[in-house]
């Protein structure tokens, strides 16, 4: 896909670009998706969103956090989805509300259980589901019970 954006003159293109760069953090390549990201002549929120939950799903947390930084610093605003990237890779709920006034979705505490039961800390995520101002969904049980299931937890 790459090369063809390449021989298409298409790479300057945002669209063309924040797709490289998601293609790149999923199948692995984050220092790639970087390199695609800073060739970018212009950067919007989405490029500056693909890139920092690229970090985060690879568990980058603290580039994660520093993009983020530099993504306010640059004058472009976070949104709900800089959010999720981050929460792949940190816990940020209460600096999502507190410092941005953006209400945490099921889909961000979503998020924080799946990553922290990834990481085996079963009692931290059934902790946050129980603190949960709204009840849990179905997906978010299943990826407690998923993570339970891959680290032997099947207590009652």
């Given amino acids: 896909m790459h090369c063809f954006a390449l021989k298409a003159h298409l790479t300057g293109d945002i669209f063309v670009g924040c ?3 998601d293609m790149y953090a999923k199948s692995g390549c984050i220092e790639q998706s970087q390199r695609v990201f800073d060739s970018l002549k212009e950067k919007d929120e989405a490029s500056w969103n693909v890139i920092i939950a690229g970090y985060g799903i690879h568990g980058h ?11 306010q610093i640059s004058g472009h605003k976070p949104d709900g989805f800089t959010f999720i990237g981050l929460l792949m890779g940190l ?13 945490p979705k099921l889909e961000h505490y979503a998020c924080v259980v799946d990553m922290l039961g990834r990481a085996g800390l079963l009692d931290e995520a059934l902790k946050l589901i129980l603190e ?8 978010i049980w299943s990826s407690l019970l998923s993570s339970c299931r891959i680290y032997g937890d099947g207590r009652d």
């Fill in 132 to 139: 949960m101002p709204e009840e849990p969904n179905a997906g």
């Fill in 91 to 103: 816990k940020y709920l209460s600096k999502m509300q507190n410092l941005y006034g953006i209400e």
């Fill in 19 to 21: 797709s490289l760069i």
């Fill in 61 to 71: 947390g603290n580039k994660a956090m520093e993009l983020f930084e530099q993504m």
